[in-house]
């Protein structure tokens, strides 16, 4: 699928297509390499509960079965192990799980990073707001460590996040693309930990690591896929995908 803004986005995050492409190019890998059909999948996600996600997801992705919610702010899996053995459970007998997962990051127009023009606003608001409002806050030193609190758990996560990697972030020459970074890092050392503390009742799990890029209001979105590997439970094998999900597009800078 062309898209007239796909090159902006690719000055940041030149692997990027699409999010129609990618949900295409997912569904064909899995069928054409693992057999399974999209109804054949149990799909969860682990993405923002930004509303703007809501209104970017195309359509194939429902002709998976779900998804099931797993994530709270820019993507943590906030569901935890409850709600991983929840959804585990409702994957066909003859199926696979599969994971999406990624924290998200605004690119307007003209490409600024970590902002958007939403729908019905005259002006660019913050996107993941959640990881601006921590860098914000990280950048003033106002986040106190170990500091979290029942009523802001999953911002102060998130602030806690990124206080561990404060030189990082703010030594970096886009401090909130690399508070992204860093954010995909630690939702996907607490997938696989959940992933492994999991029982489930099928053969494979297959995971999908990404940043999901919105765009403005007319843009569309797009994806970045960082991780695609299926885990054979029966053997306990574990196979890379990602460069047959990107062979689909030869045009894809690797």
Known sequence: MSNIHLETIKKWYPQALTTTDAVDHLLDTVEKHLGFKPEQLMHAD???????????????????????????LNGFPFAGIT??????????????VIIFYAPHIGITKSGNIGEISRIGQQSNSACCGAAQGALKKLISGEIIGGNISSLDFQMNTIEQIFLHHKDRILGAESP??????????????????LVQATSYPCKNVILMGAIFINGDRD???????????????????????????YSLNPSVIK
């Open 83 to 96: 709600g991983m053995n929840a959804f585990a459970h409702h994957v066909p007998e003859d199926g696979a």
């Open 176 to 193: 909130i693309f690399e508070a992204t970074e860093v954010m995909y890092e630690a939702i996907d050392e607490r997938m696989e930990v």
């Open 46 to 72: 682990s993405i923002c509960c930004d509303d703007v996600n809501a209104l970017q997801y195309p359509p194939r992705a429902f002709d998976m079965l779900g998804p099931f919610h797993m994530g709270g």
């Open 219 to 245: 843009m569309g979105s797009f994806c970045q896929c960082k991780k695609f590997d299926s885990i054979n439970l029966e053997t306990g094998k574990r196979e890379s995908l990602l460069e047959k999900y």
